[in-house]
């Protein structure tokens, strides 16, 4: 939406956000205003249109919003205010007088039927006498109301009512204003402290802030404000207090008044604790208006000097000399009128922090999982995802070293032997999606049989960007060789995890002044990757177990139901039993307090048993084990509770004759358990 000016041909426009948008006259001059619905500072818990008072006060406002200006108007009667259907007494919010002062009040109004529509346009000047007041039509163009101080969204709308209860006075013209409250009367000027901006904020460096914000009240004429020392008092720091300004502001509004640069000279204007003074500009204020103006500082963006800094400023009133106080402003008989408020404000220039990188392990980072490899088929597949968050400044990062380990699991957790290369062709980073970084999977490993150790990839020159306060998400992909029997054998009982470990050079990242940043997470660490060209795949079906009886000691029986299915080739699970329990495909009973439980397990399944007391599954081939579970509570610990049980083992090898030499780790069979029950033993 925007507010245009149409000046003899000549078109000026001006963006402005509106709400409700009315057509206002000057003259014969079409405008364009409108209600904001906005914050105002100090006032974010009033709506538009609240009926505010201070309190022990009996005079009612009516407050609203203009973007970030507040401002009020003086209800001046009870009839004025029961005109208004949708006014109630009981809507009246007292507040304390500091917050109901500190809009801008305005007399400005226009005349507008039932339906908030316009009736000619023109805008009035209310004057208030007790109870009622004068009406003054401003006849002047757009350029002379704003030179007269006035605020375009300042005017507001009222009914006929209370526009017929104001008795017409005389015109106002740009040169009335100029002579507001006659020749040779004296005005008088009220300035207070605002509410905002507030106290003991933080001011980052390089930054221009507000500090300070203050009214002047116009009584009697029209002031002209003219000058106003800002005295800043350093209360922390040992350095200068103009090393740390580079410049000091006053606002009217988004307006600009004056601006002086924070130079020893300037702060020497003045000797009580460094004022500098702000002048060369004439500001209005209108007859019974109260405008709000605001301090800014420019802040050094030098790190070097002594932080934190702290200081007060303010805009003092000498009691005992009102002509050294520090708001001058002229009224319209020429006279000087002075004054100030004892009340600063606080504001804090922490020391610069450092650019920071904070590593960590994404919340979904892949899980533990059997990585079934093709015969002949390189084949690439994730194993770590993991965070990067910027803070204090963008931070580049250039270098970023990943550990890979690999280990037997058929011997023992112990290395393999060889060179990572021999299994691996290339390890990959991303960073949110992108590839980043490619580099060859080399490294000799620990000799076969030897301990494991991680063999370091790294990754040089990634010159990845990531800004103040935003996370980047990277992503490692490790691409094994296809499997050749000529070569390398089988993979079968291999595992691979990387990790990004805690240690220096592993992530290496820069400011944007190139300066080193310090990673303050690391020790990142991916779940295993199980690697086989054969392997089976363990399918949770059903599990329950329930009391049965009412037997002392308690008795308790379910299943457990699971798949499994063979990829890659044929398996065979070993179905050898120890003392009449399943040993290898075991379900075990979790009970609190540890109890003497007399448990049996019987399994079966769809499978072929072989001779050697294994149960085959056929390539591709699923087969259903179901372990049949029995339980009797111990009778030695009054008070035990039971629990559940759960799959625990299952062995199996590729061969009939090695159908224990795996393992299926835990983590991928640890869903397959029954439901908790719980009974206390009855002794």
Excluded at 65 to 84: Q, T, W
Aim: a negative charge.
């Amino acid at each position: 939406m925007t507010k245009t000016y149409q000046l003899t041909g000549v078109t000026r426009v001006v963006a402005v956000l509106t709400a409700l948008a009315t057509v206002v006259a000057l003259s014969g001059v079409a405008v364009l205003a409108g209600a904001l619905q906005a914050n105002a500072a100090g006032h974010d818990n009033l709506a538009n249109g609240a009926l505010i008072r201070a309190e022990g006060s009996i005079d009612v406002y009516i407050f609203d919003r203009v973007g970030d200006k507040s401002f009020r108007r003086l209800i001046l009667n009870p009839a004025i205010f029961e005109s208004y259907g949708h006014f109630g007494w009981g809507d009246v919010q007292d507040l304390p007088a500091a917050v109901v002062s500190a809009p801008t009040t305005t007399n400005l109004v226009v005349l507008a039927n039932d339906d908030g529509t316009l009736v000619t346009g023109d805008v009035y000047r209310v004057v208030p006498q007790n109870d009622t007041g004068t009406k003054h039509h401003l006849q002047m163009t757009p350029a002379e109301f704003e030179a007269a101080g006035y605020d375009w969204d300042a005017i507001r709308r009222i009914n006929s009512l209370e526009f017929g209860l104001y008795v017409t006075g005389a015109p106002e013209t740009a040169g009335d204003v100029e002579e507001e409250g006659t020749t040779n009367t004296e005005g008088t000027m009220t300035v207070a402290r605002a509410v905002e901006p507030g106290n003991n904020a933080d001011v980052a460096l390089g930054s221009t802030v507000p500090v300070l914000g203050f009214t002047i009240e116009a009584e009697l004429s029209h002031l002209n404000f003219q000058r106003v020392d800002v005295t800043f008092e350093h209360t922390d720091g040992d350095d200068d207090l103009w090393d740390y300004i580079d410049s000091v502001m006053l606002y009217r509004g988004s307006t600009l008044l004056a601006s002086k640069v924070g130079s020893q000279a300037n702060f020497e204007v003045s000797t009580d604790d460094d004022a500098l003074r702000l002048d060369g500009f004439s500001s209005t204020v209108a007859l019974d208006a109260t405008v709000g103006f605001e301090v800014r500082v420019a802040v050094t963006d030098d790190e070097d000097l002594n932080y934190p800094a702290e200081f007060d400023v303010t805009i003092e009133t000498d009691l005992t000399n009102t002509a050294l106080s520090a708001v001058r402003a002229v009224d319209g008989a020429g006279i000087n009128q002075f004054g100030g408020t004892a009340n600063d404000r606080n504001f804090i220039i922490p020391a610069a922090q450092d650019a920071a990188l904070e590593t960590s392990l994404n919340p979904d980072n892949y899980e533990e999982a059997i990585v079934q490899l093709n015969e002949n088929s390189s084949q690439a597949f994730n194993t770590l995802l993991f965070d990067m968050e910027a803070d204090n400044g963008t931070v580049t990062v250039t270098d970023v070293v990943v550990a890979v380990s690999l280990e037997d699991e058929g011997n023992d957790d112990e290395s393999p032997g060889g060179d990572l290369g021999d299994y691996f062709t290339v390890l990959n980073i991303y960073a949110d999606g992108v590839l980043v970084g490619s580099e060859a999977a080399e490294g000799a490993l620990a000799a076969d049989g030897a301990a494991v150790v991680a063999v370091d990839v790294a990754f040089a020159d990634l010159d990845v960007d990531i800004e103040n306060g935003a996370t980047a998400e990277w992503r490692a992909e490790l691409v094994a060789r296809a499997w050749d029997t000529d070569d390398l054998g089988t993979w079968e009982g291999y595992q691979v995890f990387v990790d990004l470990e805690d240690a220096v050079g592993t992530i290496l990242a820069e400011d944007a002044d190139g300066d080193n940043v310090v990673d303050t997470g690391l020790a990142v660490t991916g779940e295993s990757m199980h690697l086989f060209t054969v392997a089976p795949m363990v399918a949770f079906v059903s599990g329950s177990l329930a009391e049965v009886g009412d037997a002392d000691p308690s008795v308790a029986a379910g299943t457990l139901v699971f798949d499994v299915t063979a990829v890659g080739g044929d398996i065979f699970v070993d179905a050898a039993t120890v003392d009449g329990v399943v040993g290898t495909v075991m379900a075990i009973t979790a009970g609190n307090p540890t109890v003497d439980f007399a448990d049996a397990y019987l399994v079966d399944s769809t499978a072929d048993l072989t001779a050697n007391d294994n149960w085959q599954i056929l390539s591709g081939q699923t087969e259903r084990f179901t372990i049949d579970i029995s339980v009797t509570a111990g009778t030695e610990d009054a008070g035990a509770e039971f629990w559940n049980s759960f799959l625990t083992s299952l062995e199996w090898g590729d061969t009939d004759a090695d159908g224990d030499e795996f393992t299926v780790p835990a983590a991928l069979i640890e869903d397959v358990e029954t439901n908790s029950i719980s009974w206390l033993v009855d002794l």
